[in-house]
């Protein structure tokens, strides 16, 4: 008996790929790294495994992660690691190929809106269809944007932060920023490099900001934590202690990028949606909604209520999902504007 291919949504983010296919819900939810032997070509690993792989490589081995800043960056490494989960995902069975949507930032340009289809047809699916990712987040939150009534999502992820203000199933406006989660981790680098003359690694930089790090520590909340490293003075392994205060210093530039964005989209907002999301206040989507008091700090800035939506980090993959629902009402392989277009129209279908 032939078996269909089933609709796959995947929040193709920079720090981590999560699948969802229709009628499972979320099937895989692993980091966006990739080890690849230099000398043959062979993917090594994927994944879990390939992350615990970043630094401790052999000269012949090395760990890749293929999408930078939202965007692919390696389209090779990229449409292999797809083709293992996407393979992963239909349990290796299916006979014909699935549909599959992708979510995107929405700042991206056509050039890389067409990569990562292309990339997603040679990695096995039958049809590639984008979703931007402040829309995939709030249908995924749950969101009635189906309503003329506005919305406003912050979707902090990895690679990008996306601001957008949603009214009747479609972005009214929207700002990408180049920034998420990544940027972070490399701040705090820098910071321990430039303050401890201590080395430290991409995995060490991401622990110490899911551990102490906070966006607007008080006295009640300040904590440290010991770190080691190589110190760059005598080469030698070297520990130190940092408080959460110091990474505060540390992220505070990009914090405050974050912020004045969502204050630019909140002054280009219409004033009767501004109203709406007076009342409604803002939602935060993404991994970086789990960094401590960022809710306090936007709020603060913004005099508006921060909601962080239920498990953050599935908002995108779980909307994607969702969308994927909407796919009957697509007659061939069309582009963002037309996906979009039928998102809503048909917004009405998931409420």
Not at 95 to 122: D, H, L, N, W
Not at 192 to 217: S, V
Request: proline share 3%; with cysteine; net charge neutral.
């Amino acid at each position: 008996m032939l078996h269909m291919g089933a609709d796959i949504g995947i929040d193709l983010g920079t720090a981590n790929i999560i699948v969802y296919v229709k009628g499972r819900g979320i099937v895989l939810k692993e980091p966006s790294v990739v080890a690849i032997d230099n000398s043959t070509g062979k993917v090594i690993a994927v994944g879990a495994k390939a992350r615990r792989m970043l630094g401790r490589t052999p000269g012949n081995i090395v760990a890749i992660r293929p999408l930078r800043d939202g965007v692919i960056a390696d389209y090779d490494v990229t449409e292999k690691m797809l083709r293992y989960f996407i393979g992963k995902a239909n349990g290796h069975r299916l006979v014909f190929k699935p549909r599959v949507m992708v979510c995107i930032p929405s700042g991206v340009t056509g050039v890389e809106e067409r990569a990562v289809k292309q990339a997603t047809i040679q990695a096995g699916a039958r049809r590639s269809y984008l979703i931007e990712e402040p829309l995939a987040a709030a249908l995924g939150a749950g969101l009635d944007i189906a309503q003329p009534g506005g919305t406003m999502v912050v979707d902090i992820g990895g690679g990008t932060t996306d601001v957008a203000v949603l009214s009747l199933g479609g972005i009214v406006i929207s700002r990408s920023l180049r920034l998420g989660g990544d940027k972070f981790d490399e701040a705090i680098v820098k910071y321990i490099r430039k303050e401890f003359n201590l080395a430290i690694g991409e995995r060490t930089g991401e622990e110490i900001k899911m551990e102490i790090a906070n966006a607007c520590p008080d006295e009640t909340s300040m904590v440290d934590m010991q770190v080691r490293g190589r110190d760059l003075l005598d080469g030698l392994p070297k520990a130190i202690t940092v408080t959460s205060c110091q990474i505060r210093d540390a992220i505070s530039e990009n914090l405050s990028l974050v912020v004045n964005t969502v204050k630019e989209v909140l002054e280009l907002t219409p004033p009767e949606l501004a109203a709406d999301i007076m009342d409604k206040g803002i939602v935060l989507t993404g991994g970086g909604a789990l960094l401590q008091d960022i809710d306090k700090l936007i709020a603060r800035e913004t005099g508006l209520n921060i909601i962080i939506a239920e498990d953050p980090l599935s908002c995108v993959a779980v909307g994607t999902g969702r969308a994927l629902t909407m796919l009957n009402v697509l007659k061939s392989q069309q582009n963002r504007k037309v996906v979009l277009k039928a998102i809503k129209s048909n917004a009405k279908q998931l409420y």
